[in-house]
């Protein structure tokens, strides 16, 4: 297991913050935010003194009903070998669904979605995780992630399921002490417990992130200060383990360098005590100590894998689900039986409002030729329209909704946002069919062109 040290996640916004911290071994990159030919001056100056950037990936959706894509693996490998990684990481998730499969349109979450902790569940994941790891050039690890929902009639802990994962695979896990704190908030989870369960030599890296609590809901912001009891919960997991590595994740609000630094002391503080407490423990369940070479993987060598294709019945389960789901979150549909319906409505507007800030940083012009009305009407704009093409096509269709409608009301402001909209659209890359030809006609038609 590669030992990684303290470090951060690098974004654009704190990039020369991060250069200066005292401090940081290592930084994880957003992989989808990177282009191997044309790195960030910042990220190459890190790479070139020597420190290590590991890619994190948010869009391959292993948790899916679907096989992974191959493009974006490729991507991701293509991301892996081009910064020198000695490892990617994605989550436990799921990110679209509908589709063929299903017989219904296909939509994304804009975000990261909980699967199931099922058996059915555990199959798919299983199987995608296995296509992931033959495409990737370097090991894979995982993240639990945080939810604001609970499926019904779950079948295993989150523990169990994690490890099980991990003995079926070889799999090695990114542990977010964060996400196990907002699904103590949320779903009424012992962080302690998931921790007993796991095969903590699998872990490859911990995750530290800020939140905020609004009516009794943890909202896992990325965007306000580490609070105690997550530092606590990294406490818990220290003293079970010593992990290869512990970073800080802040994606919005971004505070002063010295509040990074003091945060990232703080993290130090707990593995520092850690390890006065348990000076030369075991690394992990499995027995591994710190610096062994033998591979998580052996453990999967014990497990039967099931057969190629075991898994193809409880795709198309997951797959119905997963729509149902999505579509009551994104697009108006009723909600599924068994699901607290206030919780989807909380779930709901936190993927709009994810999407209006995402959409917000991918277009920017688009806030600044709206003001403060950009925001009202982009989540009006997603109330009932999923996301189908990714958040650039996303910009573009909120801009369309807005000019069919005759708004902006101020003629500047509209003019600005019709001269925006036709500099980006661009023909189609595939040649629509009769119907979608007559909507986009009419659409031009109102827009004046």
């Known amino acids: 297991m590669v030992r990684l040290g303290t ?64 493009s974006r693996l490729a991507a991701l490998a293509e991301r892996a070998e081009a910064l020198g990684s000695p490892l990617v990481t994605e989550h436990i998730a799921f990110v679209r669904a509908g589709g063929p499969r299903t017989a219904s349109p296909a939509a994304e979450a804009g975000h990261l979605l909980p699967v199931p902790r099922t058996r059915d569940a555990l199959d798919v994941l299983c199987e995608n995780v296995r296509i992931a790891q033959d495409s990737l050039p370097v090991p894979l690890a995982l993240e639990n992630i945080a939810a604001l929902i609970t499926w019904p009639d779950e079948e295993l802990t989150e523990g169990r399921f994690l490890a099980e994962l991990v003995e079926r695979t070889g799999v090695r896990l990114l542990i977010d002490v964060a996400n196990l704190h907002t699904n103590r908030v949320n779903r009424g989870e012992d962080p302690a417990a998931a921790l007993d369960a796991l095969p903590t030599s699998a872990i490859a890296y911990v995750h530290v992130a800020g939140g905020i609590e609004r009516d009794g809901v943890w909202h896992d912001s990325h965007a306000h200060p580490v609070t105690r009891p997550v530092l606590d919960v990294l406490a818990e997991l220290c003293a079970r383990t010593a992990p290869p590595g512990v970073l800080l994740e802040r994606d919005d609000n971004f505070p002063a360098a010295s509040e990074l630094a003091a945060e990232l002391d703080a993290i130090r503080a707990v593995t520092a005590k850690a390890a006065e407490a348990a000076p030369g423990r075991l690394a992990g369940a ?49 909600a599924p039986e068994g699901f607290d319906r206030r919780r989807l409505g909380v779930q709901s507007r936190a993927l709009a409002a ?23 009407a982009f989540l009006d704009y997603a109330l009932d329209r999923p996301m189908t093409g990714g958040y650039r096509r996303d910009a573009l269709a909120f801009a369309e909704h807005l000019l ?17 909209w036709r500099e980006r659209s661009g023909p189609a890359p595939v040649r629509p069919g009769p119907a979608a030809r007559l909507a986009r006609a009419a659409r031009l038609a109102l827009l004046g062109r």
């Open 7 to 70: 470090g951060i996640g690098w974004r654009p916004e704190i990039a020369d913050d991060i250069e200066r911290l005292p401090g940081i071994d290592w930084v994880e990159v957003v992989a989808e935010n990177v282009c191997p030919g044309h790195l960030p001056d910042g990220l190459r100056r890190l790479r070139e003194r020597g420190t290590t950037v590991v890619p994190h990936g948010v869009s391959l959706g292993l948790g899916g009903a679907e096989r992974p894509d191959a």
């Open 286 to 334: 499995g027995g591994l100590r710190e610096g062994s070479e033998a591979p998580v993987a052996a453990v999967a060598a014990a497990v039967a894998a099931p057969a190629p294709g075991a898994a193809e019945g409880a795709r198309g389960r997951i797959a119905l689900a997963q729509a149902s789901l999505l579509s009551s979150l994104v697009a108006g549909a009723p």
């Open 354 to 376: 994810k999407r209006a800030d995402v959409v917000g940083k991918v277009a920017p012009e688009l806030p600044r030729i709206l003001g403060s009305g950009y925001r009202p």
């Open 404 to 420: 069919a409608d005759q708004r902006p009301e101020d003629p500047a402001a509209r003019r600005q946002l019709t001269q925006w």
